[in-house]
């Protein structure tokens, strides 16, 4: 065991956790944020997604060990306040069914759009392709992306 | 009032699944003693389990079917609330626990929530707001029938108004009315209206709460070791190196594996991977090529088709299923001496509810089963052996314990949908007429049927059409997988009627449409071929297929369009039109629709379990491939009631679609296709 100081959120959290211990657990189980899923385990689904340091990551893929000062961001801290305008359009066009994945879509969509806020549609597919929805969402995923990026109105 | 002799008729009601007379809806106000007390408080209104009005105008409904991302949260709702008249934005839902007593049956599959629980809902939102209207009328000192409501609002004659909440107390004291009438269709407000899900916000902003979200003082996690084939048990357990893990508490073998139980998730894994065993050689040589041949050797003579005709011979090979939720099962169960709180995301709370009360010897008013939100249900989440598991978990180790499993134990331990060959024999004579259909349905495992029976499963009008279903014995595990049967017996019959109109040298549409019996399904078919623009002469290495289906109480047709270029199929394009007799929200039937397509693709391209020494060879996304994106094509989908009376949607998305796709690849290529899922290069 060994203590871990990280930025979740913009709040310092401290972890006293194993080494290895991916950062979805360290996320879920120890500091309590429950918005970040579990889908595979082995970075395939893209339910885990959360953003460090401005980029999309698979946080069953990052151990604590190796995060240091970067900032991770999950669901629960991608709004300042009130709504986050990919989570207005997720809503506008009522893309969740079962909901379960979600907050790994949106989280992978904000990634996207920071590092390319002009997303063009195949771009859009290229970069959520790795993100599953086992409900079949994909057409209103990709209408709530769309509408958001500058890239593809 | 006579407590008792009520409380055992509402049991009564319960158990034999009647539908709610208004009799007992009374009664369960009596006998609820939730409701007692809130009356007692004099704040809200509560004149049945499943709604509460409070002195706010909320107005809470309590769902008593599964979310699993088919919407019955909201179509439930909307349903009350159309006869309530209630103020939509002042809605909110609860979920009620596993409690068959108070909310009668609770299972949620089969498409059947709607079927089942329509009238019920309509006619408690119809009751409560005659009670209202009452109780404003008696405050006024006017005629009830000189008043009428209009969201969550009760307007007199005199033009006063008087909102819900304000009239909870008063509404208290009316009696409640016999055969209330329900609204006319034309007079609708809420129910047909295209209407956000209840729960989009929380979903997006991380708030939902699935089992596994779920924090109990004090708990342990707990991930199990399974066995690598079906039936087999271990020995020789060392646990040496997973007590050696920083985390890791107990190690406790189980009936389905051994147990590690931790301090959180990431040590239970790592104790799971660290733990060696042996395992016994249970069904160590069944493979799916031993399975395939035993199917194939079951397969015997056809019924007799008449002579005289071009008669057509094939055979077609699906495989077992996974269901693969997203949210792969968990629970978190919490004994105690005397009392158990369990939460998890189910199909069959009041099952759960019931059998844990049955293992731990305590009466079920005792187990509070929380039904929480599915991450997907599609028919796995009906056996409860998960629940279970947690359920001895905490009671050996005497903490909350959170159980999880993992991808792995979830794909390789799933209760699949069972392997199938379908052996198909038809005729048509010369004039193209269907002289005769056999079906042999085959599955593994499956109860050896026997004779042929006249359903086919087709909705088509041809003599003689029959079907034999039989089955292989098979050590793996099956259950129902979203439209359980029509998944392996539509896929075959819709490929196979179109060779059949092909043998007769008509067009799949023209020649279904001519052998439809229901007037319904035709309307869609007819459709669904007007909106594809049926009959264009398409591109190069592009093929239109057709394809349609009826059950649940609704209809529907695709018309997919495939691109077979560079050797790699791609969906292009899909039409459908379905008409559920009455849809509650268009918008919620076009998601099911959209979803379930995806199944279609994911089952008609990529998905399939195969088995290799006696377990399942898949275990994660990597091997049990699934749709992305990319996969999705361009989909049309048109709501188009008939006005029959409200149909089951959660299913009927899914059993015509692989064969629109089967269909469509062979008008690219000419070759049709014999095994899902489908590899070009083996159509014949």
């Known amino acids: 065991m060994a203590v871990f100081k990280i930025n979740v959120n913009g709040k310092m959290q401290t972890i006293d956790a194993e080494p290895d211990m991916p950062l979805l657990w360290a996320i879920r189980d120890i500091i309590g944020l429950t918005g970040t899923k579990y889908g595979c385990g082995i970075g395939l689904c893209g339910t885990c997604t959360v953003l460090i340091n401005g980029v999309a990551a698979r946080s069953c893929q990052q151990r604590l060990e190796d995060i240091g000062a970067a900032k991770v961001v999950t669901i629960e801290g991608l709004a300042k306040t009130g709504l986050h305008p990919l989570q207005k359009a997720w809503i506008e066009h009522d893309v969740p069914q079962c909901g379960y994945c979600q907050t790994g879509q949106i989280m992978a969509a904000a990634g996207l759009l920071m590092q390319n806020p002009k997303a063009t549609e195949q771009e859009i597919k290229d970069t959520m392709d790795g993100n599953l929805c086992r409900c079949g969402t994909y057409v209103r995923i990709l209408d709530a992306v769309k509408s958001v990026s500058k890239g593809s109105k | 009032m006579n407590n008792l002799s009520?409380?055992?008729?509402?049991?009564?009601?319960?158990?034999?699944?009647?539908?709610?007379?208004?009799?007992?809806?009374?009664?369960?106000?009596?006998?609820?003693?939730?409701?007692?007390?809130?009356?007692?408080?004099?704040?809200?209104?509560?004149?049945?389990?499943?709604?509460?009005?409070?002195?706010?105008?909320?107005?809470?409904?309590?769902?008593?079917?599964?979310?699993?991302?088919?919407?019955?949260?909201?179509?439930?709702?909307?349903?009350?609330?159309?006869?309530?008249?209630?103020?939509?934005?002042?809605?909110?839902?609860?979920?009620?626990?596993?409690?068959?007593?108070?909310?009668?049956?609770?299972?949620?599959?089969?498409?059947?929530?709607?079927?089942?629980?329509?009238?019920?809902?309509?006619?408690?939102?119809?009751?409560?707001?005659?009670?209202?209207?009452?109780?404003?009328?008696?405050?006024?000192?006017?005629?009830?029938?000189?008043?009428?409501?209009?969201?969550?609002?009760?307007?007199?004659?005199?033009?006063?108004?008087?909102?819900?909440?304000?009239?909870?107390?008063?509404?208290?004291?009316?009696?409640?009315?016999?055969?209330?009438?329900?609204?006319?269709?034309?007079?609708?407000?809420?129910?047909?209206?295209?209407?956000?899900?209840?729960?989009?916000?929380?979903?997006?902003?991380?708030?939902?709460?699935?089992?596994?979200?779920?924090?109990?003082?004090?708990?342990?996690?707990?991930?199990?070791?399974?066995?690598?084939?079906?039936?087999?048990?271990?020995?020789?357990?060392?646990?040496s190196a997973t007590r050696k893990i920083a985390g890791v508490v107990d190690v406790i073998p189980i009936p389905s594996g051994i147990a590690v139980i931790a301090k959180n998730t990431w040590a239970a894994l790592k104790g799971r991977d660290a733990l060696k065993a042996s395992w016994s050689e249970a069904n160590a040589a069944v493979s799916t090529a031993t399975l395939r041949a035993d199917l194939k050797k079951a397969v015997g003579e056809h019924k007799e088709i008449p002579e005289g005709g071009k008669v057509i011979e094939a055979n077609f090979e699906l495989p077992y299923l996974a269901h693969a939720t997203m949210e792969s099962l968990n629970a978190v169960a919490d004994v105690r001496e005397g009392t158990a709180e369990v939460w998890s995301g189910t199909q069959a709370p009041d099952g759960a509810q019931a059998q844990i009360a049955r293992v731990l010897g305590i009466a079920p008013e005792k187990v509070v089963m929380h039904t929480m939100l599915l991450g997907g249900g599609f028919g796995r989440k009906f056996s409860n052996e998960w629940i279970m598991e947690a359920v001895d978990l905490s009671k050996r180790v005497k903490k909350p314990i959170k159980l999880l499993w993992s991808r792995e134990c979830d794909i390789q331990h799933d209760s699949y949908r069972p392997m199938s060959e379908h052996a198909m024999k038809a005729a048509v004579d010369a004039s193209g007429a269907p002289t005769g259909w056999s079906h042999q349905y085959l599955q593994a495992p499956g109860r050896n049927g026997g004779n042929y029976g006249n359903n086919a499963y087709l909705p088509y009008d041809i003599p003689?059409?029959?079907?034999?279903?039989?089955?292989?014995?098979?050590?793996?595990?099956?259950?129902?997988?979203?439209?359980?049967?029509?998944?392996?017996?539509?896929?075959?019959?819709?490929?196979?009627?179109?060779?059949?109109?092909?043998?007769?040298?008509?067009?799949?549409?023209?020649?279904?449409?001519?052998?439809?019996k229901n007037e319904r399904l035709r309307k869609v078919l007819d459709s669904a071929a007007t909106k594809a623009k049926w009959g264009e002469t398409m591109p190069k290495d592009m093929g239109r297929g057709i394809a349609c289906f009826e059950g649940y109480g609704s209809c529907i047709a695709h018309v997919v369009d495939v691109s077979t270029a560079n050797g790699i199929v791609k969906i292009v394009r899909m039409v459908a039109v379905v008409d559920v007799g009455t849809a509650i929200n268009p918008k919620g039937v076009e998601a099911q629709i959209q979803g379930a397509f995806m199944d279609g693709v994911s089952t008609a391209l990529k998905a399939a379990i195969t088995i290799d020494k006696g377990g399942a060879a898949e275990s994660n996304w990597d091997g049990y491939d699934w749709a992305r994106m990319s996969d999705a094509p361009k989909m049309e989908v048109y709501v188009e009631d008939s006005g029959a009376s409200f149909g089951g949607m959660g299913e009927v998305g899914y059993p015509s679609a692989p064969a629109a796709i089967a269909n469509a690849i062979y008008a690219a290529t000419g070759k049709r296709v014999r095994k899902f899922p489908i590899k070009l290069e083996e159509l014949v």
């Open chain 2, 6 to 239: 009520r409380r055992s008729f509402i049991q009564l009601v319960a158990r034999t699944g009647a539908s709610f007379a208004l009799g007992s809806f009374a009664l369960i106000a009596c006998a609820s003693p939730k409701s007692s007390r809130e009356q007692a408080k004099g704040e809200s209104f509560s004149p049945n389990a499943f709604l509460k009005i409070d002195a706010d105008g909320a107005c809470t409904v309590t769902i008593s079917r599964s979310d699993m991302g088919q919407g019955v949260r909201t179509t439930f709702a909307m349903l009350v609330a159309e006869e309530l008249d209630a103020d939509w934005t002042k809605i909110k839902v609860v979920q009620a626990p596993g409690d068959s007593t108070t909310y009668g049956r609770q299972g949620t599959g089969g498409s059947s929530s709607t079927r089942g629980m329509n009238k019920q809902l309509r006619t408690i939102g119809a009751t409560s707001r005659a009670m209202l209207v009452s109780a404003a009328a008696k405050q006024w000192g006017v005629d009830a029938s000189a008043c009428k409501t209009e969201n969550g609002k009760v307007i007199g004659p005199n033009g006063k108004s008087l909102g819900y909440g304000e009239l909870t107390t008063a509404a208290k004291a009316i009696p409640v009315p016999e055969a209330v009438p329900l609204k006319d269709k034309a007079a609708f407000k809420i129910i047909g209206k295209r209407t956000n899900c209840v729960d989009s916000t929380d979903k997006v902003t991380g708030k939902a709460m699935y089992g596994y979200d779920v924090r109990v003082e004090g708990m342990l996690y707990a991930v199990c070791l399974r066995p690598p084939a079906f039936g087999a048990t271990p020995s020789n357990i060392d646990d």
């Open chain 2, 464 to 516: 003689g059409a029959g079907m034999r279903s039989g089955g292989t014995g098979s050590p793996v595990p099956t259950g129902p997988w979203r439209s359980v049967e029509h998944s392996q017996i539509i896929v075959a019959n819709e490929c196979f009627i179109d060779e059949l109109a092909k043998a007769a040298g008509q067009d799949p549409y023209e020649f279904r449409k001519k052998l439809i």
